[in-house]
């Protein structure tokens, strides 16, 4: 049975311009090449020396308000009932049959509503990989064919993750635009209003590289305030577990203690632990709300400003 949509590939970015150039042209070399692909921007410099003339498939640039959330919503507006919608990070390269394989999986299964695929590597645990390293990686892996097994999962990981556009465009649903900016979690949040629907998957056959880059992330302030926030709101929405969301906060402030006391170059895990805590003071204090980084960010515009106007 062949899929009767259109395959769309969705990739939202900012502030690396370099990368998702190299990453959209990569995508030519996918076996079944995607139908359409939507660059998700807040400013049109964010989208690189894109080539469009020179790529066999159509490009669109969706311009809108910055903040992952907003970006991804942006995709999900331009879709149409029969579509199939790839979420790539910028930075995420896919093995050359990695669409064929999803197409084919989404029309054996009309029961199946997301799938996301098993990383090879991925570089947001480290440094970093570069576009060679990740290519490498994924030359080396692909070499020996995967295992055909269909996992479940609980929900998709950002970075790599096929919709069925249907009961998503049916129910009305969205990334929720309260968590700004990184929007931390929105992955998880939007996994959770999707799951009354339908079949979540996990394929050895779609396999990937994410290179994790570290240029154009969060501050370490704010990344650690969404790190508290962010789970506090879901868990009030209804949109993640208790146990689910205490691990994950646990987990993400022993991490930013010990890259507090060794430092690794990569990552602001002291301002990742201010973060936190500050997050915790907040909850406390009652207030205690993911909007509040957007108060830090115009902190940090005013001093700068200010250091402008004052510098010799």
């Not at 959209?24 to 049109?44: E, G, K, W, Y």
């Not at 410099?45 to 020179?54: K, Q, Y």
């Not at 093995?95 to 799938?115: C, G, K, M, N, R």
């Not at 929105?186 to 570290?214: I, M, N, Y």
Request: hydrophobic content about 40%; aromatic content about 8%; proline content about 8%.
């Amino acid at each position: 049975m062949a899929y009767p949509g259109r395959i769309v590939i969705g990739i939202p970015t900012a502030g690396r311009p370099a990368i998702v150039a190299e990453t959209v042209r990569f995508l030519a070399r996918q076996t079944r090449l995607p139908d359409l692909v939507l660059l998700s921007v807040s400013d049109m410099a964010h989208t690189g020396a894109v080539e469009t003339a020179a790529l066999p498939f159509p490009v669109k640039v969706l311009l809108g308000p910055k903040g992952l959330s907003r970006q991804r919503n942006a995709i999900l507006n331009q879709l149409g009932a029969d579509d199939l919608l790839m979420f790539l990070d910028d930075d995420f390269l896919m093995d050359p049959d990695y669409l064929a394989q999803t197409e084919q999986l989404f029309a054996d299964h009309p029961d199946i509503v997301l799938s996301t695929g098993t990383l090879i590597a991925d570089g947001i645990l480290g440094p970093g990989l570069t576009f060679a390293q990740g290519e490498q990686l994924l030359a080396d892996a692909i070499r020996t064919p995967a295992p055909h097994r269909l996992g479940p999962v609980d929900g998709g990981y950002g970075c790599n993750m096929a919709i069925r556009a249907a009961p998503v465009l049916a129910h009305n649903l969205t990334f929720d635009e309260n968590l700004p900016l990184y929007s931390w979690l929105e992955d998880a949040d939007f996994s959770a209003q999707l799951q009354p629907h339908g079949r979540f998957v996990q394929p050895t056959v779609t396999r990937g590289v994410h290179l994790g880059t570290k240029t154009g992330r969060t501050p370490g302030l704010n990344l650690g305030y969404s790190q508290i926030a962010n789970p506090v709101y879901m868990l009030r929405k209804g949109t993640i577990a208790w146990p689910r969301a205490r691990r994950l906060m646990l987990r993400n402030m022993a991490s930013n203690l010990r890259g507090t006391v060794l430092p690794r170059p990569w990552a602001d895990y002291r301002g990742r632990l201010l973060g936190n805590l500050s997050a915790l003071i907040d909850l406390c204090l009652g207030r205690c709300d993911p909007h509040r980084i957007l108060t830090f960010n115009r902190a940090r515009s005013y001093q700068a400003g200010r250091w402008r106007k004052t510098a010799p």
